[in-house]
């Protein structure tokens, strides 16, 4: 029985992950609009946003979060 868990939660975390990334570019998105966050750090948190979108793309749902959770670092939030 906790094979089965375990092996469930293997399965059905990507989905999840994919399902939160659109979540996390909107919050991203909307902080990007508001943001007091100037120079170096707004490009590269822009640049983390576009490379987390990529990755969401192209099913690299790991990646793409480890991506937008870097540039909501950046970005207080």
Partial sequence: M???A???????????FAHNCPN???AIDAELAST???????EKAKALRAEGEKAHKD???????RA??????????
């Fill in 68 to 77: 937008l959770s870097e540039a909501k670092k950046i970005l207080g939030i």
């Fill in 2 to 4: 906790k094979q089965l």
């Fill in 6 to 16: 375990i092996l469930a939660l293997l399965v059905l975390s990507p989905i999840a």
């Fill in 36 to 42: 007091k966050v100037a120079g170096t750090n707004l």
């Fill in 59 to 65: 099913g690299k749902h790991t990646e793409s979060m």
């Fill in 24 to 26: 996390e570019m909107k």
